[in-house]
């Protein structure tokens, strides 16, 4: 009988256990803490000496991209946002790359590697705050001439979407 007790508290707290195991599991696994409705300002290291601020992207249709050098997807994505900005660059369209790198100087060598034409800032904990946090790299958001987060995708951003999407906001 009392082996049988045993057996009965073994595997209450197995139970215990493994749900509370789960619950972590589902907390870390979200790619974002809390997505944003909109991009209020924000300052970062522009890689390329001195600071820039949202301010001066606001008013214009934005791709925020989050990135690093280290990240096989995002050097994976560069053809297709160079596409998009240069197709859409005449509209007031612009990119924004947030690089994840250790410092600036590695994000700089990035963006100089592959001839990136548009802002690259580097990353600070009240800018990833902002953006909700994502535990994950490519992350892309796209944000109206307002502020207002149009669309977010983590991970390889779907060209054709995202051009749907651009065109719709630009013109």
Same mark, same amino acid.
Request: include cysteine; aromatic fraction near 8%; proline fraction near 10%.
């Given at each position: 009988m009392r082996f049988k007790s045993f057996k009965v508290i073994g595997i209450t707290i197995l139970i215990a256990v493994l749900f509370i195991a789960y619950q /972590?599991? +589902? %907390?870390? $696994? +979200? &790619?974002?803490?809390?997505? =944003?409705e909109r991009i209020e300002?924000?300052? *970062?290291?522009? #890689?390329?000496?001195?600071?820039t601020d949202f301010k001066t992207h606001k008013g214009k249709v934005t791709l925020i #991209?989050?990135? *690093? $050098?280290?990240? &096989?997807?995002? !050097?994976? %994505? @560069? =053809?297709?946002? %160079?596409?998009?900005y240069r197709e859409f660059a005449g509209d007031g369209f612009k990119v924004l790359m947030i690089s994840e790198d250790d410092n600036v100087r590695i994000a700089s060598r990035f963006k100089k590697k592959y001839s990136m034409p548009w802002t690259m800032l580097h990353w600070n904990y009240d800018l990833i705050?902002?953006?909700?946090? &994502?535990? #994950? !790299? &490519? /992350? $892309?958001? @796209?944000i109206d001439k307002d502020g207002k987060i149009d669309f977010v995708k983590a991970g390889l951003i779907d060209e054709k979407r995202m051009r749907r999407a651009i065109k719709s906001l630009v013109r």
């Open positions: /972590v599991y +589902r %907390e870390k $696994s +979200r &790619p974002f803490q809390a997505l =944003p300002n924000f300052e *970062a290291l522009d #890689v390329d000496g001195g600071k #991209v989050l990135s *690093a $050098s280290w990240c &096989p997807a995002c !050097i994976a %994505e @560069l =053809p297709t946002l %160079e596409k998009l705050n902002m953006l909700g946090n &994502p535990r #994950v !790299i &490519p /992350v $892309s958001y @796209l």
